[in-house]
């Protein structure tokens, strides 16, 4: 697999993530921190980061496919 192409699973964990982002600065609790963190391992420890060659690369494709200004399923 290439370094920008990805599945469309690793997309709803990045996705999760920019909401636990914004509600975690929008109410800095312990309880909305440990979400945010729970969802960033969930998505640091996620299967398709092995088939990978260039995780940054890949990591940046994604979380520009991700926002949800931006959001755009990749193609299949």
């Known amino acids: 697999m ?3 192409d990805f599945p469309a699973d690793p997309l ?11 509600d975690w600065a929008a109410d800095p609790t312990e309880e909305k ?3 945010f ?3 960033g391992a969930e998505l640091y420890s996620h299967s398709h980061w092995a088939e990978v060659g260039n995780r ?3 990591e940046m494709k ?3 496919a ?3 200004d931006t959001a755009q ?3 299949a």
Do not use: G
């Open 2 to 4: 290439s370094d920008t």
């Open 12 to 22: 709803e964990p990045q996705r999760r993530w920019y909401t636990a982002e914004a």
């Open 33 to 35: 921190r440990t979400a």
């Open 37 to 39: 963190a729970a969802v």
């Open 56 to 58: 940054h690369k890949a």
């Open 62 to 64: 994604l979380k520009q």
């Open 66 to 68: 991700a926002r949800p």
């Open 73 to 75: 399923e990749p193609a």
